[in-house]
């Protein structure tokens, strides 16, 4: 579970990305955010902090990686709990 989570990269489908090179604000669709950024950079950021390192479970954004993966492993783990 930790594993395939900490595979997820910040890579966006070709439509997506065709959308995204628009020069109208950017409006994020993921899980049903609905965030409205003024800019593709912004998009990114955005993107960054808050869908990447989510725990599936939960639904907590960490930092890095291996900070989800611990996170996954102490919280939800039954081997652990």
């Excluded at 989570?5 to 065709?18: G, I, N, R």
């Excluded at 020069?23 to 998009?43: F, N, Q, R, T």
Aim: proline share 2%; glycine share 4%.
């Amino acid at each position: 579970l930790a594993r395939e989570l900490c595979f997820k990269k910040l890579s966006v489908a070709s439509s997506e990305m065709e959308f995204m090179e628009a020069e109208d604000p950017v409006v994020c669709g993921i899980g049903g955010c609905k965030a409205v950024l003024k800019s593709v950079e912004m998009y990114e950021v955005h993107y960054a902090s808050l869908h990447i390192n989510v725990c599936s479970v939960c639904h907590r954004v960490m930092p890095t990686c291996r900070l989800l993966s611990l996170h996954v492993q102490e919280a939800h783990d039954s081997f652990f709990a």
